[in-house]
Nanobody
């Protein structure tokens, strides 16, 4: 069983930065590919970024590439999402997710992930 708790959401002006963190309660954190997703009102949940079990392979949605950075700390069992140049279009509830997967390619589809956090709100104001 994996429990995920996100933190760090909030309100930020356009062009600003914000960091999210996800703490995982799991015995073998390195067995899991970790992802960040987001869901805006009226829209489907979408992949934002993912990081492999060893932290050496990352994937990003085209909409955030170059602005967001995902990283993981195996000792702390955390996954962070550093967001810069935030836009009003980035406004959404952001979710941390985990899937039992040690491949470097990981997963980008919602259905592939077995464990989810409760979400944290990020609001980018214009």
């Amino acid at each position: 069983q994996v429990q995920l708790v996100e933190s760090g959401g909030g309100l930020v002006q356009a062009g600003g930065s914000l960091s999210l963190s996800c703490a995982a309660s799991v015995r073998f954190f390195s067995n899991y590919y970790m992802g960040w997703f987001r869901q805006a009102p009226g829209k489907e949940r979408e992949f934002v970024a993912g990081v492999s079990w060893n932290g050496k392979s990352t994937r990003y949605a085209d909409s955030v590439k170059g602005r967001f950075t995902i990283s993981r700390d195996s000792a702390k069992k955390t996954v962070d999402l550093q967001m810069t140049s935030l836009e009003p279009e980035d406004t959404a509830v952001y979710y941390c997710a985990a899937v039992f997967n040690r491949s470097l390619m990981g997963a980008v589809r919602v259905a592939e992930y077995a464990y989810w956090g409760q979400g944290t709100q990020v609001t980018g104001s214009s």
